[in-house]
């Protein structure tokens, strides 16, 4: 089994995609938006292209994200592995390349594309105060359990903003969602190959609802 996700930021994709990973097992988890911050850290032209571009909300032209995760599933996903793609795709040309990229797999028919659907202020509200932990960079959400969280749960290291989460930022990822992902979600709905899903809930409930509408 593969699987997409994708959703408004904050909609709590990562957390969905490590339930999924624990639940399934032998799945190869990418997430569009690590390879961007990992290739930010470089010290090449691209990366300070790149860098900037993150401080400010928005994305690289289409075929740097599509080129980033098929170089990294084409070097690593093994022929009885299936994979997680997070926060892909976000634009019709991505998820056009990724089915045909599929299609040479043989791996479209067992793809299920996931949207986590919250609203844009629900998402707004989560941004904002989510925190990452300064240490071991560990992500802690603003909801359910994890508000009450002062320090790291993992490692008891110092909280603090996500760097890429100031207001102008957060306004600027939800614009872009609102006129460019929206069509990815219309893309596969019109293929009938969209699962829609309540991100609204409580996390765990959230997974139950995965869970049985791929049943």
Not at 57 to 78: E, V
């Amino acid at each position: 089994m593969n699987f997409t996700l994708i959703g408004r930021s904050g909609c709590g994709k990562g957390t969905q995609a490590k339930l999924l990973m624990k639940h399934f097992g032998n799945l190869f988890y990418i997430s569009t938006g690590d390879l961007f911050r990992d290739l930010a850290k470089a010290d090449t032209d691209t990366s300070i292209r790149i860098k900037k571009i993150i401080k400010e909300g928005g994305l690289p032209f289409d075929d740097m994200a599509t080129t980033l995760w098929m170089h990294k599933l084409a070097y690593n996903l093994k022929e009885r592995q299936g994979f997680i793609l997070d926060g892909a795709p976000r634009r019709v040309n991505e998820a056009k390349s990724l089915d045909k990229f599929l299609d040479f797999l043989d791996r479209k028919d067992r793809t299920f594309n996931l949207l986590i659907d919250i609203s844009r202020e629900e998402a707004f509200g989560r941004l904002s105060k989510r925190r990452i932990c300064k240490k071991c960079g560990r992500l802690i959400p603003w909801v359910g359990e994890f508000k009450k969280i002062k320090v790291c749960d993992k490692c008891g290291g110092e909280l603090v903003t996500r760097p890429d989460d100031s207001p102008e930022a957060i306004k600027s990822r939800l614009d872009y969602y609102d006129e460019r992902v929206t069509k990815v979600v219309k893309y596969y709905e019109d293929q009938n190959r969209l699962i829609r899903i309540n991100g609204e809930q409580p996390i765990e409930d959230v997974f139950k609802e995965i869970l049985i509408k791929l049943k």
